[in-house]
């Protein structure tokens, strides 16, 4: 699932290149016209204009004055983030089951003295409580410390399992205000550069540097926003499953306990 969650981000990644440089292309002309007015009115004009736009087309002017190259690397953080986060959400969905139905059926086996019955019961159960129930079961004949060793050992790997992904989320959400950063300190070198090129300080010069710096920032840190609001989610998801899962692990026990006795 993870690769094809990927596959379709780079999908996704290469069509909005495609879009944005088509308008970048498309807008050349207006752009450069409108960075040559220096009237208040005309300026209230254009963000007059620009307010009946749709908000897609208002999102791809800003991705544009932001800087392609810099805009882009924080599009692409969000997009993996958002594709692993997505893949991890879908896996820790299903890997949260009820376990009640699964302690009563294994108690119900051993019981009647049915352990293969048991087993069957675990492998026909998906999410990682029942891995953890047939772990223990294949260990029956060997003594309650064995069990109970065998429990912690695979539930310890099944954590690890469910904790898979979230490293490189935890990464995008760092890259990405850092990106946005060095987007606006290059922003700010270039305005300064224009104006030793200019040898005057013109406020459409400061101005227009200062536009193109900040939204490189607001983009890096909508994205880590995003980003963290996801990893808090399945990190609170993963909690919940790992709750479930000692609970689980400590009813099995008492009832291999009191069958074995």
Not at 4 to 24: P, R
Not at 54 to 82: D, N, R, T, V, W
Not at 191 to 208: H, K, M, Q
Not at 232 to 240: A, G, L, M, R
Request: net charge negative; glycine share 8%; proline share 2%.
């Amino acid at each position: 699932m993870k690769k094809i969650f990927m596959f379709l981000a780079v999908i996704g990644i290469l069509t909005v290149s495609a879009q944005f440089q088509s308008a970048n292309a498309q807008d050349g002309s207006a752009t450069t016209a409108t960075e040559v007015v220096a009237s208040d009115s005309a300026t209230d004009w254009t963000a007059a204009g620009k307010s009946d736009e749709p908000i897609h087309q208002q999102l791809k002017a800003k991705f544009i004055e932001g800087g392609p190259g810099f805009m882009s690397l924080i599009f692409l953080c969000l997009i993996l983030g958002l594709a692993i986060a997505i893949e991890r959400i879908i896996t820790l969905s299903l890997a949260q089951v009820n376990t009640k139905p699964l302690l009563e059926g294994v108690e119900e086996a051993l019981k009647n003295n049915d352990i293969e019955g048991a087993k069957e019961i675990c492998r026909n159960t998906r999410g990682p409580v029942a891995s953890i129930f047939y772990q223990g079961l294949l260990r029956m004949d060997q003594g309650v410390e064995s069990i109970e060793k065998a429990v912690v050992s695979y539930g310890s790997v099944q954590m690890g399992q469910l904790e898979s992904g979230l490293s490189w989320i935890s990464l995008f959400i760092a890259i990405a205000p850092m990106l946005g950063f060095m987007g606006t300190v290059i922003g700010l070198i270039q305005a300064f550069d224009a104006i030793e090129i200019a040898g005057d300080i013109s406020p459409n010069l400061v101005a227009g540097g200062m536009k193109v710096a900040l939204i490189t920032t607001v983009g890096g840190l909508i994205v880590a926003i995003i980003l963290q609001l996801f990893y808090n989610y399945i990190v609170s998801k993963i909690e919940t499953i790992v709750t479930s899962m000692e609970d689980a692990s400590i009813s099995l026990l008492d009832i291999l306990v009191k069958y074995q006795k």
